[in-house]
């Protein structure tokens, strides 16, 4: 259940609207079911209160489509952001993607949001969905209703959610929260435990499932380049697949490397994967070594910042100690 | 018709496996997909596989040929090989469907024979629906999820699996198999037809009609105003037309092995901006445009070209898998499906 | 594996000669390497050619098929395969498969008709192979005005063809013009479109139009002012291909797809395409 109610959404960007603070919403538009929401322009009282929604299924982090929205017009455009989103946000306006004073960002409180997949698999056929405190009720086409424990329907990033405070926004809607000490890490040292063999399994298996959709590079407030090179027929990676397999670990791999010490860990990759690869474990992996051999980094934490990896210091370490302090194998 | 113990599942698929590669859908932690059957494996429970069936006949990468280049000459090597004979068992009616709507493709002059092979040596036991899900459309291609076709068509209750062989080709397979399995009467089978058709009859789309769309409909959607807030959130990722049963566009690339040349061809997305960018210029500048491509091509120009066939078999999938939940249903209800029906 | 002839599988051609025609455009003589033509075409209809390891793509063919000796592309540099095969050299094997789309109705709807021909720079290459059939079928049509232009006088493409045979055949006239002024020229400068409507040609006539979609455009606008009608204009289309038998999907616009139901459209059929081009 999320602490602020969609009608105190709906009122206060109905109030923008009016006073012409903002000509645009961009928010959740309500879909067939209940958990399949897309992320719409509202630009009338009327259009909110008709098709807008805020519940457990607004996940889509709406940072990125700031970089195409703010190039329509100078007008401003009101975004809701999440806590997550707005590490997103700021992270973008330090590598000047968008125009800051062409948006209104309220910041709302996030209980977790569902994963509408995890729901699926406790329940067929499903009719509606409805939050109930630490309960979802779920109406099924077949069974009956059932009573599904909210914390378990939640995506691994917000099962670990790295912080509950808003680092950015033009005003809050409800009461601001803290940065976690999250157990996001702990996958990631599973992985490390692994044998280079084991490890190389791990990820063979996983990314073998990889259709190169490009979903998670298309979703990634961190991918805004005009231009992917996987999109550039003469890069000799253009998208799509080779015929061998090592194609889609370089894709992936390349990809993490080209959003080192720029990812926030907003795990929007993962939730967009039709085939479930967990690609955040790369990102984490990344984040986590900054951590431990920079000193703790939080991509987008505030506006400006310079990540270590591209801030050069003459304590900077050599290659010989990353294997020194990552361990053998890392 | 034929009817066979549950508990001899395990034998029948050891018998089909005999004389043809088994594949079926399996449980995996990422959901369900097609895995070449071996003992010990089951059949999955769920409703469909994540990505389609497509892939047995129009494969995500194929070798088309290799080059031998030297110097100046080249040696073009056809690596075409004969497929094996397979089994395709479990297949869902959207995804039988889905190959006829491939086949008017693939198989028209000049015939593809790569594809064609595949679909030469390949046999289709169907599975019918008992539990169609909430976002299953099937009925408004006109597809019956309780008569699911394919070589040979299967139902499973309980207890037991009936088979009944629509094909020549089924119908062989199925001889083959006449040790483990006894006649029977359709009177289980049709019992449980009715269930499943009052079941599909009240699925949340099941008012949603294609009428409104189809043949030479071009001029009436293509400028429609709604496409530009229809294609407004697309992330421009190929997602929806690689889940897709029918999406079938490609492209073909060669691959420098450093001991030759590979040509291959893979599937390609028309939601991608560089679908049809050539040296000279860009037709489809802007996501609106490659966005409804991909809708017209379903609902309007396949159509017109295949005698008003959609090109969208209302499997669900797409529903299920797009990131920003923008999909063929809410397009043909915001286009009017709807109204028109 | 099945004795069908797989579409996508080509052959191999063989480089026999290169001619400069402009300083972006050659043209490539190709024949089998038992000196044959890869295979039998009609005016209009397009070739896939390759180099392995660099790409494929469609030309429009620019030989008549009167010629029985070989096959010509005349092509421009502007891409990836292109620069490629530019930089060939004569005994340079590459990939050809074909022919593509349909033809201009040469043996039907042309026959017994006034043709007049209107290209802008490389798009003369595909009219080259209608304009090569008409001469050789001379009696077939009536009278044969050729308008062609160029940015330039080294930009034109065929030019030694042009002015050594086309002009000094019996009922053909050409009409040459470049865009700007050049000492060495005496011809007529100005852009194609206006040169049409100077020349104000009778509305008896099938007009074929080939060159950049301005050009397309405004000479199409210019015939229609003249009082031709849509019908009585044809034209060709260039989208991306990859497989050239309209199963690919690049090229499809509405329900056409330009690889196999073009590349040659009359005006009017244009018309009912989604404005997509």
């Known amino acids: 259940m999320q602490e602020v109610k969609r009608e105190a959404l709906i009122a206060r960007a109905a109030e923008l609207l009016e006073n012409g603070t903002v000509d645009r919403v961009l928010g959740w538009k309500a879909g067939e079911f209940d958990y399949d929401l897309t992320p719409a322009l509202f630009h009338s009282a009327g259009e909110l209160e008709s098709d807008f929604v805020w519940n457990g299924f607004c996940g889509a982090n709406f940072s990125k489509y700031l970089v195409k929205e703010t190039g329509k017009s100078e007008n401003k455009v009101l975004v809701f952001l999440k806590p997550c989103d707005t590490y997103s946000f700021n992270q973008l306006l330090t590598e000047h993607r968008f125009s800051r004073d062409r948006v209104y960002a309220i910041g709302v409180p996030c209980e977790g949001m569902l994963d509408a997949g995890r729901i699926k698999d406790s329940a067929e056929g499903i009719a509606s969905v409805r939050e109930d405190g630490d309960h979802v009720l779920v109406e099924t086409l077949y069974d009956g209703t059932l009573t599904l424990d909210r914390t378990s329907l939640l995506p691994d990033r917000c099962r670990n959610c790295k912080s509950k405070k808003h680092v950015a926004y033009d005003e809050l809607l409800g009461s601001d929260g803290e940065v976690l000490d999250s157990h996001r890490f702990d996958e990631v040292e599973q992985l490390e435990r692994m044998t280079p063999d084991e490890r190389f399994a791990f990820w063979q298996n996983e990314l073998s499932r990889c259709i190169r959709c490009n979903a998670c590079r298309d979703v990634c407030p961190a991918c805004t380049c005009e231009k992917c090179v996987f999109d550039n027929p003469n890069s000799g990676v253009e998208n799509k697949a080779a015929a061998n397999s090592f194609e889609e670990k370089m894709f992936h791999i390349i990809r993490a490397f080209h959003v080192v010490g720029r990812c926030t860990d907003c795990g929007e990759c993962s939730r967009v994967c039709p085939q479930h690869i967990p690609l955040h474990l790369l990102n984490r992996k990344f984040i986590k070594d900054i951590d431990q051999f920079y000193g703790d980094y939080q991509a987008g934490a505030e506006v400006g910042s310079r990540a270590p990896i591209v801030n050069y210091s003459a304590g900077d370490l050599e290659p010989y100690e990353a294997v020194e302090r990552g361990g053998s194998d890392a | ?341 | 594996m099945p004795e069908l002839k797989e579409p996508l599988i080509p052959v191999v051609g063989v480089v026999t000669d290169i001619r400069i025609d402009t300083p972006d455009v050659k043209t490539f003589r190709v024949v089998t390497p038992d000196g044959k033509k890869a295979f039998e075409h009609k005016p209009g209809q397009c070739a896939m050619l390759s180099i392995p390891g660099v790409g494929e793509a469609m030309f429009s063919i620019t030989s008549s098929p009167t010629n029985e000796e070989y096959m010509e592309f005349s092509i421009k540099k502007c891409g990836c395969v292109t620069e490629w095969l530019h930089s060939m050299e004569v005994g340079q094997q590459i990939t050809i498969r074909g022919p593509y789309g349909n033809a201009f109705p040469v043996d039907t709807a042309f026959v017994g008709h006034d043709m007049l021909f209107i290209a802008g720079g490389i798009g003369l290459a595909p009219l080259r192979s209608v304009i090569n059939y008409c001469r050789h079928y001379r009696d077939r049509y009536g009278k044969i005005d050729v308008v062609y232009g160029s940015r330039s006088m080294q930009d034109l493409v065929d030019y030694k063809e042009i002015i050594d045979e086309w002009a000094n055949d019996a009922g053909v006239t050409v009409h040459l013009t470049i865009d700007r002024e050049q000492p060495e020229w005496t011809g007529h400068v100005g852009f194609v479109p206006n040169y049409v409507k100077e020349l104000g040609f009778s509305t008896d006539k099938i007009a074929i139009l080939c060159g950049p979609p301005i050009m397309i455009k405004f000479t199409l606008a210019g015939l229609q002012e003249l009082g031709f009608d849509k019908t009585q204009v044809y034209t060709t289309m260039e989208l991306r291909m990859k497989c050239g038998i309209g199963k690919c999907g690049r090229c499809n616009i509405g329900s056409k797809y330009v690889c196999k139901d073009g590349p040659v459209f009359r005006c009017d059929q244009i018309d009912e395409l989604p404005n997509e081009y």
């Open chain 2, 1 to 341: 018709m034929r009817k066979l113990s549950l508990d001899k599942l395990d034998a029948l698929f050891a018998a089909i496996s005999a004389t043809n590669t088994l594949y079926l859908p399996v449980d995996t932690k990422a959901g369900a997909r097609f895995e070449r059957w071996e003992s010990g494996k089951t059949l999955s429970t769920a409703l469909n596989t994540v990505r389609s069936a497509k892939d047995f006949f129009f494969p995500q990468t194929e070798n088309l040929m290799d080059f031998k280049v030297e110097g100046k000459s080249i040696e073009i090597i056809d690596t075409r090989t004969e497929s094996e004979d397979f089994v395709l068992f479990g297949v869902r009616a959207c995804d039988v469907k889905s190959f006829e709507v491939l086949d008017r493709v693939f198989l028209a002059d000049p015939v593809d024979t790569y594809y064609k092979n595949r679909r030469d040596h390949g046999v289709i036991f169907s599975m019918a629906c008992t539990r169609p899900v909430e976002s299953c459309f099937c009925g408004t291609f006109g597809i019956d999820a309780a008569n699911p076709g394919g070589d040979v068509a299967c139902h499973m209750t309980d207890d037991a699996l009936y088979l009944q062989a629509n094909t020549d080709k089924g119908q062989r397979v199925l001889d083959s198999l006449d040790s483990l399995t006894e006649a029977c009467t359709t009177e289980v089978v049709d019992e449980q037809n009715a269930l499943i058709r009052e079941r599909l009859a009240r699925l949340p789309l099941a008012d949603l009609s294609a009428e409104a769309f189809g043949s030479g409909k071009t001029a009436e959607y293509f400028d429609a105003p709604e496409w530009k807030q229809l294609s407004e959130s697309c992330l421009g990722c190929g997602t929806c037309t690689f889940v897709c049963p029918t999406c079938q566009c490609y492209d073909i690339k060669d691959f420098n092995t450093g001991h030759g040349v590979k040509r291959f061809r893979c599937w390609d997305s028309c939601m991608y901006s560089e679908f049809t960018k050539m040296s000279a210029g860009q037709p489809r500048l802007t996501q609106l445009e490659r966005f409804r491509q991909r809708f017209m091509h379903k609902l309007v120009y396949y159509p017109t070209n295949n005698d008003g066939l959609f090109s969208c078999v209302g499997c669900g999938r797409c529903v299920a898998k797009c990131p920003i939940h923008m999909n063929i249903v809410k397009v043909m209800k915001t286009l009017g499906g709807r109204e028109h029906a």
